[in-house]
């Protein structure tokens, strides 16, 4: 069995695998290449995800990369990345706060699929982070655990990558009904490329089901949305917001990865 990767990400390393190419520049926002992503997009709005990803990846490997956080877009993302493009560089923003069973479906794929998903740990070990900070910070301040856990990690990831892919749905939310196929991510400074965007949730169950793509247990188990352990809830028949059980009662509804506004610590 596959045994997890645990990576140091200050210190840009891996323990079972290559460090993927570093690439020698980062790209610009030039107009010229706005003016080509814009038309990517538009070409591949009713493109099939994989013809996306293929897309993707002529265009930008070996400086493409993908994080995923196990959910179901991204389990079906990786089946699609094993068919087209299995060397793709994934990896997990470790928080220290995932739940077993979410660790546990990184084996899994990796079984089935031959994909090592990274995971990428911030500088402070959990207990050590909840010592600086007097307790753990989720309960008091989560836009600071998530910047601290999530969005730190994620840029320092991002390092000598042109472009990543994430799972986002139009239709998960109202922040993410804007996502473009093929976009910039100012956040990041690389291309953004939504293979799933066009899809709905219905979409991605069938291909879960239909090919048998491993997905977390606690799907099945009320929880629509997985995210840390702390930060996440079951949610009750009535709910329909599928992202209802995350910080829930917070009013925070994302970790600051997808949405469109800079901040260094608040308002994301
Ligand atoms: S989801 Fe919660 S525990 Fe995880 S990084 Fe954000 S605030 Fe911290």
Redesign the pocket.
């Known amino acids: 069995m596959p045994t997890m990767t645990s990576v140091k990400h200050d210190q840009l390393q891996t323990s079972t695998k290559a460090w993927p190419p570093h690439a020698p520049q980062q790209l610009e926002p030039t107009p010229e290449l706005m003016a080509e992503l814009a038309a990517a997009s538009a070409r591949l709005e009713s493109a099939s995800p994989e013809e996306i990803i293929s897309w993707a990846h002529d265009r930008f490997a070996p400086y493409l990369t993908m994080a995923t956080a196990f959910g179901p877009e991204g389990c079906v993302i990786l089946s699609m990345l094993a068919k087209v493009a299995p060397e793709t560089y994934v990896f997990n923003l470790d ?1 220290g ?1 995932q739940f077993q069973q979410t660790l546990d479906l990184r084996d899994r794929i990796a079984e089935k699929y031959g994909i090592e998903v990274d995971m990428l740990q911030p500088e402070l070990s959990v207990p050590e982070y909840e010592a600086l900070h007097g307790g753990p ?2 309960k008091t301040n ?1 836009n600071q ?2 910047f601290d ?2 969005i730190k990690v994620l840029r320092q990831a991002a390092q000598g990558k042109h472009a990543w892919m994430s799972g986002i749905r139009r239709d998960q939310s109202a922040d993410r009904a804007q996502a473009a196929i093929i976009g910039w991510d100012k956040k990041f400074n690389l291309v953004k490329v939504s293979p799933l965007a066009n899809f709905t949730k219905k979409d991605v169950w069938n291909r879960i089901l239909a090919e048998d793509v491993p997905y977390n247990p606690l799907h099945d188990q009320g929880y629509p949305s997985v ?2 352990w ?2 996440t809830r079951a949610v009750t028949d009535g709910e329909t917001d599928e992202r209802a059980g995350r ?1 829930s009662g917070t009013g925070k509804t994302e ?1 600051g990865l997808h949405t469109i506004q800079e901040s260094e610590g608040s308002g994301i």
Do not use: A, D, E
């Open positions: 928080t706060y910070l989720y989560p655990c998530c856990r999530k995210g840390c702390p930060c910080w970790c």
